[in-house]
Nanobody, 123 residues
Framework: QVQPVESGGGLVQPGGSLSLSCAAS???????????MGWYRQAPGKQRELVAN???????NYADSVKGRFTISRDNAKITWYLQMNSLKPEDTAVYYC??????????????WGQGTQVTVSS
C-alpha cells in the first residue's frame, strides 16, 4: 500500500510562498496506477476541504479560494506531488494533507492519506 508523506510546511508571513511535497513511500513497486492525488486542508474547528487535485489524465481542479495562487504538479518518475502556494493569506493556515488513490498489480484499490503538515501564515 502506498503511504503518502507530506513535507514543506512551516511558518510564513502573509504574501509569502511555500512549497509542499507529497512523496509516495512503502511498497511503491506494487503500484500499477495512481488514479488521483489531492491536497486537502483542515483548519481548527473546520471540516477538511479540498484545495487542489490532479487526475491520472493530468486534469487539475482548484478550490475557488486558492485559484491563481496555488499550483498542483507531479513528478511521475519520483511518484511525488507538489503544491506551490503563493500570495499566502492568514486564512490559508491549516494542516495540509495529501490523498492518493492507487491500484496495485493484483487489482487492489487503496485510498491513502498522509499524516499532514502544518502551514501557518502569520506576521
Amino acid at each position: 500500500q502506498v503511504q503518502p508523506v507530506e513535507s514543506g510546511g512551516g511558518l510564513v508571513q502573509p504574501g509569502g510562498s511555500l512549497s509542499l511535497s507529497c512523496a509516495a513511500s512503502g511498497r511503491t513497486n506494487n503500484i500499477a496506477a495512481i488514479n488521483y492525488m489531492g491536497w486537502y486542508r483542515q483548519a481548527p474547528g473546520k471540516q477538511r476541504e479540498l484545495v487542489a487535485n490532479i487526475f491520472s489524465s493530468g486534469r487539475t481542479n482548484y478550490a475557488d479560494s486558492v485559484k491563481g495562487r496555488f499550483t498542483i504538479s507531479r513528478d511521475n518518475a519520483k511518484i511525488t506531488w507538489y503544491l506551490q502556494m503563493n500570495s499566502l493569506k492568514p486564512e490559508d493556515t491549516a494542516v495540509y494533507y495529501c490523498n492518493v488513490k492507487s491500484r496495485t498489480w493484483d487489482g487492489q484499490n487503496y485510498d491513502s492519506w498522509g499524516q499532514g503538515t502544518q502551514v501557518t501564515v502569520s506576521s
